[in-house]
């Protein structure tokens, strides 16, 4: 059994299938789609050996012959010098304008087999096949793809909308205990921003998604990628209200690019703690009440993840040098900077208007604690 969430945009309209055993349609589904019938997949190296297998399975039990490029687990992975491999690659497997891609992994592997398809031969259509929960809430829908700079996270890409995303939440079960918290980061994220009483159930339903509750999982999912789905459909490029969808992350990336883009600190984790600061430098310009940020906290808190600037191991720069590499941050506008802040859970704003000084303090005061 699955629940599908449409994303309904003119001439780019694809399903996102999430349940239990999806990945046993993939098959069915990607002959349905046409091309040829040999599909090429990227994966990673924690993927593959666990998951590979079944979907070569699904896939050659509807007539289709599959073949893997397996490349290195992690963010490092999305590079230039992984992008011209797996271009390089697809070219050999002599993939064609009509043929599909197939992206089977986190947020990593989508963002680059996304950014691969983008740039191949001008563009061919994939299907995301996300395995990890930060995958499956945000990163296989939408269409935004890339790679890293050295200059900064996520500089290069491309919008390119996948065909179809098959979001198994039985996948979920072999994803690390950390990568599942990260991932819970931007759940979280979708309650907060447009949505109190998915944060309410959020709270109450949580542990036990946590602890492998299926159907909790199941919701979660369908929920965030329906927020997910509305935003985009609004505004598919980042104009305007799509940036919501960017509450915490100029901490966040400030924050990731301060501990070098390692295992220090994970995305998920970058935005947990980042809109943890978005809504306590809401509350300190008077724009939410301070039980919000509390209340955030205290929940991030039980959940077991990381909650402040603290949290992260190892020193960190001060809050001038933060400050600093949140200016290299995209959501910069005119070189002023972007924040999403709040008025209250399930309700926040983009503004431009934040006094430097106000940020200073927060970041201050969150390194001093
Ligand atoms: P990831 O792809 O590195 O996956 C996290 C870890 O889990 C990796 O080690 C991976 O090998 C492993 N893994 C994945 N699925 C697994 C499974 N089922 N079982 C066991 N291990 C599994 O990272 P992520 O957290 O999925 O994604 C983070 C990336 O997503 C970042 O690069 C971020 O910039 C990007 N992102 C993109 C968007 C977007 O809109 N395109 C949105 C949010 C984040």
Redesign the pocket.
Known sequence: MHVTVPVDLPGRAYDILIGPGVLDQAGALIAAMGGRKHVCILT????AP??LAALQDALTADGLTAEALVLP???G??SWRHLEQSVEWLLAQKVERGDVVVAF???????LA?FAAAILRRGVRFVQI??????QV?????????I?SPSG??LIGAFHQPSLVLADTA??????AR?FL??YG?VVKYGLLGDAAFFDWLEAEAPALARGDMDARVRAVQRSCEMKAEIVQRDETEQGDRAL?NLGHTFCHALEAATGYSDRL???EGVAIGCALAFELSARLGLCSQEDPSRLRAHLREMGMKVDIRDIPGDLPDAEALLAMMGQDKKVKDGKLRFILARGIGAVFITSDVPREAVLAVLQDALRT
């Open positions: 990673d190296a924690n993927v666990l998951h687990a992690g963010e992975t999305k992994g986190g947020g990593v592997i989508g963002d996304g996300p395995t990890s929960l930060l995958a945000d990163s296989s829908v939408g269409g935004k793809t890339g890293n996270k996520n996948l979920l079960g072999t994803l690390p990568d990260a991932g931007e969808l994970l995305h998920g």
